[in-house]
């Protein structure tokens, strides 16, 4: 029996972006370990992942392109063939492109593969060749993104490696016990250490049960909170004058929204008590190296811009940037300096831009032109965007002509014109970077793909064959597309050394900045002045009226430690077996007279959905919690999203999944 090991990269979107050591025997993949040898992953790998030769060889995995058969929506399909299907596709989108311009035809991704080549090369350069809309990638963290770009010029925080020698980590809606288990070895070093370690969660997650102290605000009231903690600084005088003199910008309208929250009216907006308020500002300012981790659950409501102000500020008027270590961490992105892969439109001016959280909206209500054309990869749109009742209309037009690349029937498949088979990352070459730690990764292809599924830059180049296209840019090879992405940045300091060869010898390399430097200070900021923005970004007006306002309960819908959204949704030995369910609080169960293991319809100004009561101590009264995210035929044909909305949060145009009222009625 021939036995090989190689390397890979877990393609999912998780801070963690572990290395693996893939086995395998005889062709087969027959185990998936961590990468002992990197110091992230550290040998070990979460639940899920843990599970991933079921996910590999799932029987249900899509092997041939399939045609759809029945009525839009009802899931009728009929194996077919490549030639077929790109005979289809191909001269469809020029029929759509001659009729309306290419902007009829939206495509639509995100990171169900994190790779470089897999989610960010040819897809970007077909789109734009055909002049189609282009699509605003804001599920995630946008506004938190936009707004450390807004302060800082960048999304750049401190090395995790470096967590262990910090003494105060706030970690602000973050949920590492599921999100990000590797952060938990280091976090629990720093513990030994002599660190004191904060969850700031409206939940009593697994995170804040683990550590030192849960401070639970009210959700939502996370913009009261930081700025209150802020007027406690100020009014005590510990902050860093000299830091805040000579780096920073905007402080008079910083220190002007903190005077607004004095201790009293901060207690009562975040229902904390004015002694945990005024103890946690004690430790802010007299605890160092401190360290402000921002998960992405403070800037999924509609403050999301504002609470990540107010919350990086804190960590930059007590000077704590200035240690190894400390400062505000909210991602790591552009710690990795690569251009991105170089794209030529065909339409000028540019086509217009979509945000996919208003996919609803855009599917439903454009005219000038329509959307006739989308094309999913990488995503599950049907199970995951906002305000579902829209999206699932607008994928139900009969007119609409659609095209899902996937790995497995999801619920967008279900409304295909075309399924076509993707392979998994076990099966391509690809590049990967973190959103949290420092390495760069190339992930090997360990086994080809089965039968005839194809990677995402190989299904760009069929589709821009079939369209008719011939620029060769469109159909560079994944080692061109590699060694270009290296290329374009190989100048930059960071990346010095790190090329292809390199990476086939060692496969997890460090960007090259030193571990102990230190953002903002050791690198530049880049903003228009060089220095830290204090004053808030351009805040969005909240709309003037909001239908659910007074609805009785704030429902939270966070992630799952079991999934990765809407992924694993069919691996039997992850997913949850219980029936899509509601977190509540006893009281709140008592007062709607319902007990585990009942009915409730859970509904708002957006739509409805049946779900099953638990009764959790982890949930405060008035608040109900589902984990995302669901597969809609486990529930019926609906899940959370149906509740969710597509407003817009002030700044950056993320996703507002967090603010969300709804009303709920017992169906025994
Ligand atoms: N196991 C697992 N891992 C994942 C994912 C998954 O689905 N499952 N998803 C991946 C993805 S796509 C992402 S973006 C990351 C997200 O991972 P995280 O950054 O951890 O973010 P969330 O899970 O969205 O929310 C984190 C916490 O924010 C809290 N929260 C909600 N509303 C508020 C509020 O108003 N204020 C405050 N202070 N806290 C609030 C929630 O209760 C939750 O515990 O995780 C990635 N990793
Ligand atoms: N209510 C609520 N909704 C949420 C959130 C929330 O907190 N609450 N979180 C939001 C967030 S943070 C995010 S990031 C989004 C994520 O939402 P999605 O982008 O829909 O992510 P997933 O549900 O993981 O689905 C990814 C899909 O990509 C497929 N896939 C994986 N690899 C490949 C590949 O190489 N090629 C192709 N063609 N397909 C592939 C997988 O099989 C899977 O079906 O969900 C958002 N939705
Ligand atoms: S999902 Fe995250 S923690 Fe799990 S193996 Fe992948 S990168 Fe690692
Ligand atoms: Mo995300």
């Given amino acids: 029996m021939e036995s090989t090991t190689t390397f890979g990269v877990c393609p999912h979107d998780c ?96 990171a169900g593969n994190m790779g470089l080549l897999a989610s960010d090369s040819l897809d970007r350069r077909f789109f734009a060749a055909l002049g189609a809309s282009r699509l605003d990638r804001t599920i995630c963290t946008a506004s938190a993104g936009a707004t450390a770009r807004w302060m800082f010029g960048q999304s750049l925080g401190p090395d995790p490696e470096t967590l262990p020698d910090v003494r105060l980590i706030l970690l602000w809606g973050a949920n590492p016990a599921a999100t990000s288990v590797h952060a938990i070895p280091l976090l629990d070093e720093a513990r030994r250490r002599g660190a004191w370690i904060v969850t700031v969660d409206p939940l009593a997650t697994a995170t804040a049960r683990r550590f030192d102290q849960h401070v639970a605000p009210a959700p939502n009231s996370d913009v009261a909170l930081a700025l209150g903690l802020g007027h406690q600084l100020i009014q005590t005088g510990r902050l860093d004058n000299a830091f805040i003199a000579e780096r920073t910008e905007g402080f008079a309208a910083y220190r002007q929204a903190a005077l607004e929250w004095p201790l009293a009216r901060t207690a009562a907006a975040t229902g904390l008590a004015p002694e945990t308020i005024a103890a946690l500002a004690d430790r802010l300012a007299s605890t160092r190296p401190l360290l402000i981790r921002a998960g992405y659950g403070v800037q999924r409501q509609a403050r999301s811009a504002e609470a990540t102000w107010a919350i990086a500020a804190l960590a930059v008027i007590t000077g704590a940037l200035a240690d190894v270590g400390g400062g505000f961490l909210h991602g790591n992105g552009d710690a990795f300096p690569l251009a991105p892969l170089a794209v030529r439109g065909t339409a000028s001016p540019p086509p217009r831009s979509i945000n996919m959280i208003q996919l609803g909206d855009a599917l439903t209500t454009l005219t000038d032109p329509p959307v006739a054309a989308l094309i999913v990869y990488n995503s599950n749109p049907a199970a995951t965007a906002p305000d579902q009742a829209a999206v699932l209309r607008g994928l139900q037009r009969e007119d609409l002509f659609t095209v899902v690349h996937e790995q497995m029937p999801t619920d967008t498949t279900r409304y295909a014109d075309w399924v076509l088979p993707a392979a998994m990352s076990l099966e391509v070459l690809d590049l990967h970077t973190s959103y949290w730690h ?29 369209t008719g296209l011939s620029d ?54 880049r903003t228009p002045s060089g220095r830290i ?37 069919n691996v039997a030995r992850v997913r949850p077996h219980e029936p899509p369910t509601l977190l509540m609080a006893a009281v709140d169960m008592r007062s709607l007279g319902v007990q585990g293991g009942d009915s409730v319809r859970v509904h708002n100004a957006q739509g409805a959905t049946v779900l099953t009561v638990r009764e959790s101590a982890a949930v405060p009264a008035g608040t109900v919690v589902s984990y995302a995210v669901r597969w809609l035929d486990e529930a019926g044909g609906s899940n959370i999203n149906q509740l969710t909305s597509q407003r817009l949060s002030d700044y950056g145009g993320g996703a507002t999944f967090y603010t969300t009222r709804v009303s709920i009625t017992s169906l025994g």
């Fill in 533 to 569: 923005r204090l004053n808030p970004p351009p805040l969005a007006d909240p709309p003037a009226s909001d239908p659910d306002a007074e609805r009785p309960f704030h429902l939270l819908t966070p992630s799952r430690r079991e999934t990765i959204k809407s992924s694993f949704g």
């Fill in 472 to 525: 060769p840019a469109l159909f560079a090879s994944d080692e061109a597309l590699l060694d270009e992405l290296l290329a374009n940045s190989a100048d930059h300091p960071w990346l010095q050394g790190i090329t292809r060869s390199r990476l086939m010898e060692s496969p997890a390399q460090k960007i090259r900045l030193p571990q102990a430097s230190r953002p903002f200070i050791d690198t530049p900021v």
């Fill in 438 to 466: 420092r390495y760069i990764q190339l992930n090997r292809p360990a086994v080809p793909p089965p039968g005839e599924a194809v990677s995402n830059p190989e299904l760009f180049r069929r589709l821009a064959r079939a």
């Fill in 15 to 110: 801070y963690d972006t572990c290395g693996l050591r893939v086995t395998v025997d005889d062709g087969r993949v027959t185990r998936i370990a961590g990468d002992p040898s990197h110091p992230i992953t550290q040998g070990f790998l979460c639940f899920k992942v843990n599970h991933y030769l079921d996910r590999l060889y799932h029987p249900e995995r899509l092997l041939y392109p399939l045609r759809r058969v029945g009525p839009k929506g009802a899931g009728q399909f009929v194996r077919s063939s490549w030639d077929e299907a790109l005979a289809d596709i191909g001269p469809r989108l020029q029929a759509i492109r001659t009729r309306f311009g290419g902007e009829a035809i939206l495509p639509y991704s995100f």
